[in-house]
């Protein structure tokens, strides 16, 4: 492992470690030396830069350790940034309703504890940061007799698409906190964007041999006579078996979460940060929650139409280069999807449903298939007598076809794309 931490001597503790596998390409943020006691790194994943902050917000801390931690937080939160952002760590706000986004006990008043967590909680909102924890404990200990528990470490995100789940473990050491595991919705590197798994491919098999396998090497007798879910065991076993046979083909699954052709990071922290001032309005319906939530609608809608027009207008330009995009796009505006009509059979009849059309169409492609009789292929006779001596080929040539490849056409027989060519 790379060790990172945000104090350079480590024996008197404190502060913040982040450990990295050696093999993934991670990079400290700029300016993490300015947050008290936090870290925060760079990694590349499928969804490009990934920042990972690793945070411990002390009790010790004073206002201007408070701002600067802040103002750490505001930058790799920013809703312009081209990476998104998982903030993991001790955050110590005690008095942080997290159902509702914002600090118990009404008016803050002068008080500077309850100010500072005001900060906060406030910043998050603002960057539209979603939390996983809301009700968990996270912390316990007994003080003067009495069982305190409290909620102190947290898990945000910038894209409820980064996280799978967060599970709370036992704590490590001596240490009264809960330990959280994260994971992460993404892999690592832009090489992993789609992930190897195993198929089996039935068609590469006839039914013969897995009856003739079948009958030689499974006994299908049942051991089990009394009990269904023993019996059904041993013949799910005896399946399992029979389709070790069959050869499996390498395919790749896409792993990148699906949005929206026009949608930003910055137009998902708008709509996550109207949805919790709506959510907050539906917890305490007063007319200032309605004209903040009101508010932010209206500032998200009138960027998603922004957004909008900027990707017509991308696709619109781009369509004598590359017009797949946008006949895609004009596919899926489609409100009327077109379907196969009824087809005339043979008897005269129209076929009623999708499988009946299917049947017709292969009867017909079928039909204008010549059937070449089994064994090898008779020898041809040429009939031509116009035979080419030589055939020039230059690099000039082969460098001019090369150029008029349409790069946006998918590979040819040689599995090589249009775009490597013509580069």
């Not at 919705?185 to 039914?207: F, P, Q, Y």
Request: aromatic fraction near 8%.
């Amino acid at each position: 492992f790379k060790i990172d931490s945000s104090k350079n001597d480590l024996s008197h503790g404190g502060g913040s470690i982040i450990y990295t596998k050696n093999n993934i390409s991670a990079s400290i943020v700029t300016g993490s030396s300015n947050a008290p006691d936090s870290l925060a790194v760079m990694i590349d994943t499928t969804i490009g830069n990934l920042c990972i902050a690793c945070i411990y917000r002390s009790t010790s801390l004073n206002s201007v350790q408070n701002i600067k931690l802040i103002s750490f937080l505001k930058n790799i939160c920013n809703v312009d940034n081209e990476f998104e952002t998982v903030l993991i760590g001790d955050f110590n706000l005690p008095d942080v309703s997290w159902e509702t986004g914002c600090v118990n006990g009404g008016l803050v008043g002068n008080n500077k504890s309850f100010l500072n967590q005001e900060r906060f909680i406030n910043m998050f909102n603002e960057a539209g940061l979603s939390w996983y924890f809301t009700t968990e404990t996270t912390r316990r200990r007994i003080v003067n007799e009495t069982l305190q528990e409290s909620l102190l470490d947290q898990v945000l995100y910038t894209n409820d698409a980064l996280i799978n789940s967060c599970t709370s473990l036992s704590p490590l050491g001596k240490s009264d906190h809960v330990s959280v595991l994260v994971e992460l919705g993404v892999s690592l590197g832009t090489d992993n964007i789609k992930e190897k798994i195993s198929k089996l491919s039935w068609g590469k098999i006839t039914s013969d041999d897995i009856l003739t396998y079948s009958i030689k090497n499974i006994n299908w007798d049942f051991n089990c006579t009394n009990d269904i879910q023993e019996m059904w065991d041993e013949f799910h076993g005896k399946l399992e078996a029979v389709a070790s046979i069959v050869p499996a083909t390498p395919v790749y699954r896409d792993n990148r979460p699906v949005k929206l052709p026009w949608d930003t990071s910055a137009l998902k922290r708008m709509r996550k940060s109207k949805d919790k001032a709506w959510t907050a309005f539906d917890i305490e319906p007063t007319s200032i929650n309605l004209s903040d939530a009101s508010s932010k609608q209206l500032i998200f809608e009138k960027e998603e139409v922004k957004a909008k027009i900027r990707y017509e207008k991308k696709i619109t330009a781009n369509l004598k280069t590359n017009c797949k995009s946008f006949y895609s796009y004009l596919r899926n505006k489609r409100k009327v999807k077109t379907s196969i009509p009824t087809l005339g059979k043979e008897d005269g009849s129209r076929t009623n449903s999708a499988a009946e059309s299917a049947e017709v169409l292969a009867s017909a492609f079928s039909s204008v298939f010549v059937r070449e009789p089994l064994g090898p292929l008779p020898e041809s006779v040429s009939k031509n007598d116009n035979v080419i001596s030589d055939i020039v080929i230059t690099f000039d040539n082969v460098k001019k076809e090369l150029l008029k490849l349409n790069i946006y056409k998918s590979t040819g027989p040689d599995g090589i794309i249009p775009s490597y060519l013509n580069r």
